[in-house]
């Protein structure tokens, strides 16, 4: 019988972010060596890295940092939840977000392209940690800031694990505190777009097509159609749109308002939900 204990399985599970059965093997196979059943588990799980490919990475964390005028927004997927709170997978996302600040990536395809300091590719980091943890591990999304005030909020769904939510919002004039607290608000509300002007107008028109049938079948008066049909499509603008969202922390004032009361303008903004 191999010479471990429960304690050096619990040791092997968070160094390398592996499951109980597969650690179990690895140990038994390293007759309870540590460091031979870590090398185990990164050979077997580098044959699996191909077919992991097609399977589904639904969890992991948003992670992000901002700091002098420029932020930087990753998602960074796995595939259950235990992995996304284990300690190796939290010290890999805090590792692609440096690359990521120091190479001023702007998305997820030119990130995994770049180069560590160690000489690896990020994607070879990705392939190693996908080997070592046994599952599909995936850098989804990247955004980019920049701004006169560039600002940060990571907020989490479940207590238990890593940030779900994250944000970046970009203002000019003002302080970072209204910054801050229009982050907060974007966190909570998740508009889709800064300004009206940035909805697609294919989406528009069928917006304002879906209301119109929809007060003709309510049974409306037709001289009421056009203004009834303004009213709910400025409601759709009110929805998803940062600016003309009532503000949380103020519902009679929409953001644009705060924001100009304070002497700032929003210039941009970024909002990522884990697997979403």
């Known amino acids: ?74 998602e960074v997927l796995c595939e259950t939840d235990f992995v996304a709170k284990g300690e190796t997978f939290l010290a890999l996302a805090d590792e692609v977000l440096t690359q990521a600040v120091d190479t001023k990536a702007a ?8 180069t560590l300091p160690d000489g690896r590719t990020v994607k070879e980091l990705l392939d190693e940690a996908n080997a070592t943890i046994g599952e599909k591990i995936e850098v989804k ?5 920049e701004g006169e005030h560039v600002v940060s909020y990571l907020h989490k769904t479940s207590p238990d694990l890593p940030a779900q ?8 004039g003002g302080d ?7 982050a907060m608000h974007v966190a909570a509300f998740s508009p889709t777009v800064l300004t009206r002007e940035e909805v697609d107008e294919t989406t528009v028109e069928n ?7 929809t007060a003709k079948e309510e049974g409306k008066p037709e001289a009421a159609l056009p203004r009834i049909v303004e009213g709910r499509v400025n409601g759709f603008f009110k929805e998803n749109v940062l600016l003309e969202q009532p503000f949380a922390k103020e519902p009679k004032k929409t953001v644009a308002k705060v924001l100009e009361e304070s002497g700032a303008k929003a210039t ?5 939900r884990v697997g979403a």
Do not use: C, H, P, W
């Not at 999304?141 to 800031?145: C, E, I, K, P, Y």
């Not at 939510?165 to 000019?172: F, M, N, Q």
């Not at 941009?268 to 990522?272: L, Q």
């Open 107 to 114: 998305d997820a395809e030119a990130l995994i392209a770049t």
């Open 207 to 213: 917006e304002r097509r879906v209301a119109e049938a």
């Open 141 to 145: 999304r990247v955004a980019r800031l």
């Open 1 to 74: 019988m191999a010479n471990y204990t429960a304690a050096d399985i619990k040791a092997l599970r968070g160094s390398t972010g592996a499951g109980m059965l597969d650690v179990k093997k690895a140990l038994d196979e390293a007759d309870g060596d540590r460091d031979k059943a870590t090398e185990i588990l990164r050979v077997k799980g580098l044959k699996g890295v191909t077919k992991r490919e097609g399977r589904t990475a639904s969890n992991g964390l948003i992670t992000a940092r901002a700091a002098d005028g420029e932020g930087t927004l990753v």
């Open 176 to 182: 970072e505190q209204v910054a801050r607290d229009v």
């Open 268 to 272: 941009g903004f970024a909002r990522y």
């Open 165 to 172: 939510i994250g944000v970046l919002v970009a203002t000019a």
